[in-house]
T-cell receptor, first 111, second 113 residues
Framework: SQTIHQWPATLVQPVGSPLSLECTVE??????LYWYRQAAGRGLQLLFY??????ISSEVPQNLSASRPQDRQFILSSKKLLLSDSGFYLC??????????FGDGTRLSIL | SQQGEEDPQALSIQEGENATMNCSYK?????LQWYRQNSGRGLVHLIL?????REKHSGRLRVTLDTSKKSSSLLITASRAADTASYFC?????????????FGKGTHLIIQP
């Protein structure tokens, strides 16, 4: 079965600092990978998805970027964080005709 | 914008009672899924129902889908304290979800012991 690793679990960053969140997947190959953001008390908003190495699709204009340097690695980045980037970031994957499975998320607080 | 809208936004019931949550969506779907989220954690997949299915069961969970009304319901029978969580419906499009899911805002369920 698929296992998704996200780290760190929590992160506190100052405004204007860079960001790198990593997600790795085990138990599947050629997965579709996703980054979602969840604001407090809200549902999830899709930020990026990737169907293969180096292939990134963005759903909303934003201050963030994503990269997929390896088949089972998905990275969320920012050069300069904004206060509005605070939230709960979740990585998800699908593979082999399975429902999306989620990691445990990273809670990002911007000060 | 979010496609799904769950109601109620919050629900508090006594342990042992049944809990019903509803979800409405706006566009055509391929599948509809329900997820559970414990506080501060990731989402756990509960059940998937396809657009050509009307009802599906999994343990104490029962999901219905009415594509003519663009709505779904999740019933949890004989609720337990451990069922306390937020529940989200999620829909995909004709592409089957390869380009991601659209989530509702969720129902926060509290089971009183």
């Amino acid at each position: 079965s698929q296992t998704i690793h996200q780290w760190p679990a929590t992160l506190v960053q100052p405004v204007g600092s860079p960001l790198s969140l990593e997600c790795t997947v085990e138990g599947t190959s050629n997965p579709n990978l996703y980054w979602y953001r969840q604001a407090a008390g809200r549902g999830l908003q899709l930020l990026f998805y990737s169907v293969g190495i180096g292939q990134i699709s963005s759903e909303v204009p934003q201050n963030l970027s994503a990269s997929r340097p390896q088949d089972r690695q998905f990275i969320l980045s920012s050069k300069k964080l904004l206060l509005s980037d605070s939230g709960f970031y979740l990585c998800a994957c699908t593979g082999g005709n399975q429902p999306q499975h989620f990691g445990d998320g990273t809670r990002l607080s911007i000060l | 914008s979010q496609q799904g809208e769950e109601d109620p936004q919050a629900l508090s019931i006594q342990e042992g009672e049944n809990a019903t949550m509803n979800c409405s969506y706006k566009t055509s779907i391929n599948n509809l899924q329900w997820y559970r989220q414990n506080s501060g954690r990731g989402l756990v997949h509960l059940i998937l129902i396809r657009s050509n299915e009307r009802e599906k069961h999994s343990g104490r969970l029962r999901v219905t889908l009415d594509t003519s009304k663009k709505s779904s319901s999740l019933l949890i029978t004989a609720s337990r304290a451990a069922d306390t969580a937020s529940y989200f419906c999620a829909t995909d499009g004709p592409g089957g979800g390869a380009d991601g899911l659209t989530f509702g805002k969720g129902t926060h369920l509290i089971i009183q012991p």
